[in-house]
Nanobody, 117 residues
Framework: QVQLVESGGGLVQAGGSLSLSCAAS????????MAWYRQAPGKQRELVAG??????????TYADSVKGRFTISRDDVQKKVALHMNNLKPEDTAVYYC????????WGQGTQVTVSS
């Protein structure tokens, strides 16, 4: 059974930085792609950043809106994936979800990020 627990959300002023962390349980973590999604009020959930497994070279992908500002990383030993967010904007305000993407997808409970102008 896989469980994902996010932490690190909060309130930050525009231009500030915040880091999110996701701790995973289960044995398939290092074989799975990981991703961060977000969902703002009244909007669909969208992919923010993804990172593949070590098998496929830990390649990363980012939404155009966060390129150059956000960085995704993973630690396969500690079974954690992080999202480092710099130069935050009010439009980054959303609930951020960690996702493990494998034969079955798993989701965390989400953590709120609020960016004030």
């Amino acid at each position: 059974q896989v469980q994902l627990v996010e932490s690190g959300g909060g309130l930050v002023q525009a231009g500030g930085s915040l880091s999110l962390s996701c701790a995973a349980s289960g044995t398939i973590f290092r074989l799975a792609a990981m991703a961060w999604y977000r969902q703002a009020p009244g909007k669909q959930r969208e992919l923010v950043a993804g990172i593949s497994s070590i098998i496929t070279g830990r390649s990363t992908t980012y939404a155009d809106s966060v390129k150059g500002r956000f960085t995704i990383s993973r630690d396969d030993v500690q079974k954690k994936v992080a999202l480092h967010m710099n130069n935050l904007k009010p439009e980054d305000t959303a609930v951020y979800y960690c996702a493990l993407q494998g034969p079955k997808n798993y989701w965390g409970q989400g953590t709120q990020v609020t960016v004030s102008s």
